[in-house]
Every structure is written in C-alpha cells, then in structure tokens.
Nanobody, 125 residues
Framework: VQLVESGGGLVQAGGSLRLSCRTS????????IGWFRQAPGKEREAVSC????????YYADSVKGRFTISSDFAKSTVYLQMGSLKPEDTAVYYC???????????????????WGQGTQVTVSS
C-alpha cells in the first residue's frame, strides 16, 4: 500500500490549496481515507475522512465550511480542497488509509494503518 501526498505549499491567509493523495496497492474504495495534520508541538489530528462503503464523511469543526474532501476513482486519488486558509491551518498534512473502510466518531491516528510521507502547508498572515 502506498499513499503519496502532493499540493502543499506557502499561501497567504484567505487563500486556497488543493492537496492530492494518490493511492496504490489496494482496491480503491475498500479502505477509508483520512487527511490528518500535525503542527509543531501538537498532536496529529483528523481533518477530514471519507468512507466509500457507507459514504460517511468526517470534518473537524475547525475546517467545516472551508475544506472539502473528494475523490476520483479513475485516478485512485483523494483530494482535500482547502479554502479561506488561516495561519492556524499551518501544519504537515498526511493522508492515511484505514483497512476497515469505515469512518465513525472522531477518527484517531491509531485507527489508520497506512500513511503517506506528508506535505507541508504554510499559511502566512
């Protein structure tokens, strides 16, 4: 299983970025895919997660209305469209796969089995 993130970068507050998570090594749709982030000195937290089995989608309260998770089955890729970015969104963003395929409650990093290498998102004020 491989997950490769891309699309991070430096953006001004109020701007937008789209992160991509290209997956391989498993049947796309079988696993839940989550976007997590980790800022310096903070714990890794779930930003948005999607289950293709029951179409359940999770968004952290801090990103609701600003971020949108989507997918392209033809490309085995999950996207995170981020808008109205704030300096507090600055973090390394990771995508991860949960082999159970499900999203429930507030997803935690320990529920996810496979991880990408991460991509840095920096939002300047």
């Amino acid at each position: 299983v491989q997950l490769v993130e891309s699309g991070g970068g430096l953006v001004q507050a109020g701007g937008s970025l789209r992160l991509s998570c290209r997956t391989s090594g498993f049947t796309f749709g079988d696993y839940a895919i989550g976007w997590f982030r980790q800022a310096p000195g903070k714990e890794r937290e779930a930003v948005s997660c999607i289950s293709f089995i029951d179409n359940n989608i999770y968004y952290a309260d801090s990103v609701k209305g600003r971020f949108t998770i989507s997918s392209d089955f033809a490309k085995s890729t999950v996207y995170l469209q981020m808008g109205s970015l704030k300096p507090e969104d600055t973090a390394v963003y990771y995508c991860a796969a949960d082999v159970t395929g499900m999203v429930a409650g507030i997803p935690g990093p320990l529920e996810y089995d496979h991880w990408g290498q991460g991509t840095q998102v920096t939002v300047s004020s």
